[in-house]
């Protein structure tokens, strides 16, 4: 049995083992009365390919063993329900209840995909008014809500870029990025088969004009580009960058995930983007991880609307309906119709705050991120000047000369109650530090954040080695991630006695 008691701050606790570990057999969590009809063997009534056997190793445990068991992880568990969570590029903003509540209402929360349409009427108007608003947001003709995840989002832009070539008659090869993108943006170029070309940043941190002029031959199908780019840094000629493309046959795509920093005070629309991901587990409040499904929304200009896959919402007589009669079509990208119960959380998201607050939270948003940056300025190195939007990424260049680099500092914040920043992305910034506060947090929580950084810049000059040896208060305490990634023990066995 793995270590049961272990000491936590100093006071002795119990560890959690694996569900596996705490297995004794015959133990159920239920008990069921005995049978009043006559029993019969599943495998004559299914066939015996449909029925499964004994699991080894089954775990059996009773109903408070079990449920112990997993509140005890989720209490060990940082969630945003429970302190600041500034993971840069990730926008962990608070999931407002109220849209939870929202799914759960019982048409929404038990709709089946398989509802005969006119059953379903006000599941698709949900579907219709979320797709409205988010063309609203974005300046963009149409949307799609089937990708299941920003990286989803971006597969299903190439593909329409890839099909809107086709149809002119002009297939192209590669996709330029600039080496501030998210790591997402080269490998869903390469899985749609375009070869890549990265493209260098300027020393203000943004793409470089006079070098994408080179670049931008005949043979580019497109630049994705971030804005604001994952330095938090808004691109100010993107207007330049579209028409520089459109003028040589390419197409903009634009990695929507810093929408939070764009919503209400610009559209990439009006930008000269063709296509777009939103992600709506950052932007707007769906719950982020925890194995909860994402949804990343592609939305397009006109001229990608007949490549967009299907099926598509279209409204009838008797109501919203969906179409599958769409002969352009790229076909299908997921099953049904994307995540519905996190299009409903958006949506309801949209609503409560309406225009005026979404575009609150925005300014919020950048003032939290600037509030941070500029307390922190005289800490911690900003290698980038311009100004920041809704994030900041700092550098553990002065750490480093005293041996601590951005993963101590990260390591250290888990002791002080936060969840650590990004740690090392983007990365362009060597040592990066990339803090993304949201607008969810208050001036209190941000000045517990800073004050948590400042104690730990000093105690890198005073005591480096706290630093390096940190977390000292968390469950378990440095863990090996090389060994870890390079060898990751994914299936519990029985140790032997
Ligand atoms: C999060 C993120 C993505 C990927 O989104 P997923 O939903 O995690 O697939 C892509 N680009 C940027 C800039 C992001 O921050």
């Known amino acids: 049995m793995g270590e049961r008691i272990r000491k936590v701050r100093g006071h002795v606790s119990q560890n959690e083992p694996l569900l596996f570990e705490l297995s004794s057999p015959g133990k159920k969590a239920c008990q069921l009365p005995p049978l009043d009809v006559p029993s019969v063997d599943p495998a004559a009534v299914l066939g015996p390919a449909h029925v499964r056997g004994e699991i080894e190793g089954f775990p059996e445990v009773s109903e408070v063993e079990a449920i112990r068991h997993f509140s005890r992880l989720a209490s060990w568990n940082y969630a945003i329900d429970l302190g600041m969570y500034p993971l840069g590029s990730c926008t962990m903003k608070y999931n407002p209840r109220i849209n939870e509540k929202m799914a759960a209402l019982e048409g929404l929360a038990l709709a089946h995909p398989y509802q005969p349409e006119p059953l379903a009427r006000g599941a698709l108007e949900i579907m219709a008014r979320l797709e409205a608003a988010l063309a609203e947001i974005t300046g963009m003709d149409a949307v799609s809500l089937q990708p299941a995840a920003g990286a989803h989002g971006e597969l299903l832009g190439l593909l329409l870029i890839r099909a809107c070539l086709e149809a002119r008659g002009d297939p192209r090869k590669k996709i330029l990025i600039p080496d501030s993108a998210h790591g997402t943006n080269p490998a869903t170029a390469a899985m749609a088969g375009y070869s890549v070309e990265n493209l260098r ?241 208050s001036k209190r929580e941000l000045d517990l954040f800073i004050d948590a950084l400042i104690a730990i810049a000093r105690e890198t000059e005073e005591k480096p080695e706290l630093v390096l040896q940190a977390p000292h208060s968390t469950r378990t305490a440095r863990v090996d991630e090389v060994t870890a990634a390079r060898k990751p023990v994914l299936r519990w066995r029985p140790s032997p006695p």
């Open 201 to 441: 940043s300027n020393p203000r941190g943004m793409l470089d004009v006079e070098n994408l002029a080179r670049v931008v031959d005949a043979g580019v199908a497109a630049l994705m580009i971030t804005n604001p780019n994952t330095l938090g840094v808004f691109e100010e000629n993107i207007r330049r960058i579209a028409d520089l493309l459109h003028e040589r046959g390419a197409l903009l795509y634009l990695d929507g995930a810093n929408m939070n920093a764009l919503v209400g005070l610009t559209r990439p629309g009006d930008t000269g983007v063709d296509v777009m991901h939103l992600n709506l587990h950052k932007t707007f409040s769906t719950p982020h991880g925890g194995g909860g499904p994402g949804s990343g929304p592609v939305a397009v200009m006109r001229p990608l609307e007949p490549f967009l896959p299907v099926p598509r919402l279209k409204r009838t007589p008797a109501g919203w309906a969906f179409d599958y009669d769409r002969p352009r079509s790229i076909g299908r990208v997921r099953a049904f119709y994307g995540n519905f119960g996190v299009l409903v959380r958006a949506l309801a998201y949209i609503l409560a705050c309406g225009a005026d607050g979404l575009r609150q939270a925005t300014l919020d948003a950048v003032l939290n991120a600037n509030y941070v940056r500029q307390a922190l300025l005289p800490h911690y190195e900003l290698p980038h000047q311009a100004p920041s939007m809704h994030e900041c990424v700092f550098s553990d260049a002065r750490q480093a000369r005293r041996g601590v680099r951005t993963m101590d500092i990260a390591k250290r914040l888990l002791d002080y109650g936060f969840h650590p920043y990004t740690v090392s992305f983007p990365l362009i910034v060597p040592g990066a530090m990339m803090i993304e506060p949201t607008e969810s947090e």
